[in-house]
């Protein structure tokens, strides 16, 4: 069996993006579910996992960091998921588009991550076809394999 890459690099320096209408659909309900879920705010621990804590031994820094730096992220996050939202439909991008898909894509993963509790141990993710956590996971591997495609694209 052939493995094709979804995301590439061409020639031009382009990113080429061969993705299924299935799976282009998936996508295209990430940015209304990421934005309602930064909504909720830094009282969702999946949320608060997007700004981890910058100093664990001082709750003074730490608050005051988040206090510096947490809207200018999230506003980040909201502008890269509105380039992925303009741009899910497209087969070619160009890299500033290949940098927020990654960033969104990466996020929801990381947000979708969180609220299934994964682990880095893949054996403590083995969930049965019955489960009703099996299709956030299956999310969550597919999204982890975009990921890792626009980091190897956007380094090649």
Same mark, same amino acid.
């Given at each position: 069996? +052939? ?13 080429? /993006?061969? #993705?299924?209408?299935?799976? +282009? ?13 930064? =909504?909720?705010?830094? @009282?969702?621990?999946?949320?608060? +996992? ?5 100093? %664990?031994? $001082? ?10 730096? @947490? &809207? $200018?992220?999230? =506003?980040?996050?909201?502008? =890269? ?6 741009? /899910? $439909?497209?087969?070619? #991008? ?18 979708? !991550?969180?609220? %299934? @509790?994964?682990?880095? &141990?893949? !054996?403590?993710?083995? /969930?049965?076809?019955? $489960? ?6 299956? #999310? ?14 956007? !380094? =090649?």
């Amino acid at each position: 069996m +052939r493995f094709s890459r979804r995301i590439k690099r061409t020639r031009s320096g382009q990113f080429e /993006v061969r #993705l299924s209408a299935e799976e +282009r659909e998936v996508l295209r309900g990430l940015p209304s579910q990421m934005r309602d879920a930064l =909504a909720l705010g830094k @009282d969702d621990p999946a949320v608060a +996992r997007l700004n981890p804590s910058a100093c %664990l031994d $001082d709750a003074e820094v730490d608050a005051e960091f988040h206090q510096m730096m @947490d &809207d $200018d992220l999230n =506003a980040g996050r909201l502008e =890269a998921l509105d380039a992925f939202e303009k741009t /899910v $439909d497209n087969t070619r #991008l160009d890299e500033e588009e290949a940098l927020a898909w990654m960033r969104a894509i990466n996020d929801t993963r990381l947000l979708l !991550g969180t609220r %299934l @509790d994964v682990s880095e &141990d893949p !054996g403590e993710r083995a /969930v049965g076809p019955d $489960d009703p956590r099996a299709p956030g996971f299956a #999310l969550y591997d597919y999204l982890s394999l975009l990921t890792q495609e626009l980091v190897e694209a956007l !380094g =090649a």
